[in-house]
C-alpha cells in the first residue's frame, strides 16, 4: 500500500508557473502508474497528466498538453507535477493517484489517493 501527500498549490495569476510535489511513503513510486487529477468546484474529477510504471511514458489531457509536465523522482520518491503558463480555467483542487496496472485516465480506476492540492489562477 502506498501512502500520497501533494503539496505546492497555492494562488497564482494567470501566465504564473506552479510545481506541485505528491510525496509518496510505503512503496516505491515506480512500483504505480502515477496521475494527477483535478476537480473544479461543480465538476467532475478529471484527468490531467499521467507517467507509466515501466517505461516511463508520459500521457496529458489535451487542455494541459504543452504547458504541463509529469515526471518521477525514484531517489525522493516524488512525483512532480510542473504547471506552466497556468489559465483561471486550471484552477481546482489536484489530486495526485497511484495504480497497480497500466495507465488510465479514468479516476475509478486508481486505487490510492491523496488528499488535494488547492490552485486557484487568477486572471
Known amino acids: 500500500q502506498v501512502q500520497l501527500v501533494e503539496s505546492g498549490g497555492g494562488l497564482v495569476q494567470a501566465g504564473d508557473s506552479l510545481r506541485l510535489s505528491c510525496a509518496a511513503s510505503g512503496r516505491t513510486v515506480s512500483r504505480y502508474t502515477m496521475g494527477w487529477f483535478r476537480q473544479a468546484p461543480g465538476k467532475e474529477r478529471e484527468f490531467v497528466a499521467a507517467?507509466?510504471?515501466?517505461?516511463?511514458?508520459?500521457y496529458y489531457a489535451d487542455s494541459v498538453k504543452g504547458r504541463f509536465t509529469i515526471s518521477r523522482d525514484n531517489a525522493k520518491n516524488t512525483v512532480p507535477l510542473q504547471m506552466n503558463r497556468l489559465k483561471p480555467e486550471d484552477t481546482a483542487i489536484y489530486y495526485c493517484?497511484?495504480?497497480?496496472?497500466?495507465?488510465?485516465?479514468?479516476?475509478?480506476?486508481?486505487?490510492?489517493w491523496g488528499q488535494g492540492t488547492q490552485v486557484t489562477v487568477s486572471s
Open positions: 507517467i507509466s510504471m515501466s517505461s516511463g511514458s508520459t
Open positions: 493517484a497511484a495504480r497497480r496496472l497500466v495507465v488510465s485516465t479514468l479516476a475509478h480506476e486508481y486505487d490510492y
